[in-house]
């Protein structure tokens, strides 16, 4: 299966408690159909010290978020976009913004 949103994609938060937040992906898990996003659903996570190096406390870091939550952003309206696959002449597979038929592979 073709993977939609890619490591490095602009994307926008549809639902949650981070809608509207905007950020670029880190990485995809594609198994578990989720994808981590700069800067989106943080959480805090309590840490032991790991010996003098490390020291404990609370740390905020992103978790994954569902791949349906989240959505690519169109560069020419700004506005979140869906996508689409087609074919090319040369035969490269690209993803294409179904709205404005823009090519997001070049």
Known sequence: MAAKIKKGDRVVVLTGRDKGKRGEVLRV?????????????LVKKHEKPQGMGKPGGITT?????HLSNI???????DKPARVGFKTLEDGRKVRVYKASGEVLDA
Not at 29 to 41: C, I, K, N, W, Y
Not at 61 to 65: D, L, V, Y
Not at 71 to 77: G, R, T, W
Request: no cysteine; proline share 12%; net charge neutral.
């Open 29 to 41: 898990f594609p198994t578990e159909t989720r994808a981590l996003v700069q800067g989106v659903h």
């Open 61 to 65: 870091k992103e978790a994954p978020i």
């Open 71 to 77: 959505a690519l952003i169109d560069p020419k309206s």
